[in-house]
């Protein structure tokens, strides 16, 4: 009889702890909305205690991150993330907003490594100029020859990245020709991430036979990325004749202007020596069209 009462006193004692643990973290901000959106019954929750602060707190370190580089949850670019099932909670680990970008940045490039010049739709009669630019393009262009890229740039969506990346898988395919396309906001924040492997990536930039650099003008400008970064790359490839790309929605005088804002300053020399490189690497191209994300 007295051992019936030892036990039942240790489970209430027990049962005592898990309440008084689950008010504490209730006091928890994160923890009270993750527990309030499972919409269980408090008794259901208390067993889950230790396991929903763990979320609560891989939440709160997203909320602050900075990037995958920065992550410190259990599982790099994850947070465990609660499920109920029959009354009964679950954990799983759901991607971050960073992993997302990463994954659907790889979807999005090993589409367009598939995309050809015979993908391209020739009904679009805006577009017509730049088919037949690239055209002449894909024909005459060797190594050697130094031919120059284009400076493509209109409306949003209006198809100049997909235009670009048709022919330079063109070119790789069928002309054994190294090309490189970056998105350049992800590869200036790339370079600044990964300092061990800088100045590889830039050997990279500064030497592949085909360069493009898409959406150009998108992306925040310091001194660092225009000077350090796109200057030495651009000089690098008019020194050694490489032929460069660009596709940007801002025109050549709109990215001079752009590319002059640093700092809460302006600085229109060194901007407009970028924008002489860019010149001296390419044609000037304009394609307004519908925009075809939609």
Known sequence: ?????????KLDIRNKELEDNFKEAMK????ANLVTSLKMNVNDLIKYTSKLEDSAKEMKNCQNCKGLFACQNKLEGHITYPKVLNKRIYFTYLPCKYLKIIEEKETNEQMLKKITMKNIDTKDKNQLKVIK????????FSVAKNLKGLYLHGSFGSGKTYLLTALLNELE???????????WADALRDLKEDW???????????NV??????????EKVTEWSRDEVLGTILQNRMNNHKT???????????LEQHLSLVNNGVD???????????????????LISENRRN
């Not at 395919?173 to 998105?183: E, P, T």
């Not at 460069?244 to 709109?254: G, V, W």
């Open 209 to 218: 036979d085909i360069l493009l650099i898409d959406d150009i003008g998108a």
């Open 196 to 206: 061990e492997n800088f100045a590889y990536k830039m050997k990279n930039f500064m």
């Open 133 to 140: 630019w690239m055209d002449d393009f894909y024909e005459n």
């Open 268 to 286: 229109f020399v060194k901007a407009r020596r970028i924008i002489e490189r860019i010149k001296q690497l390419t044609l000037d191209m304009e």
């Open 1 to 9: 009889m007295v051992q019936g009462i030892k036990e039942v006193t």
């Open 244 to 254: 460069t790309f660009f596709t940007s929605n801002l025109t050549i005088k709109e």
């Open 173 to 183: 395919k069928n002309k054994n020709i190294h090309i490189s396309v970056i998105y």
């Open 28 to 31: 928890n901000k994160i923890f």
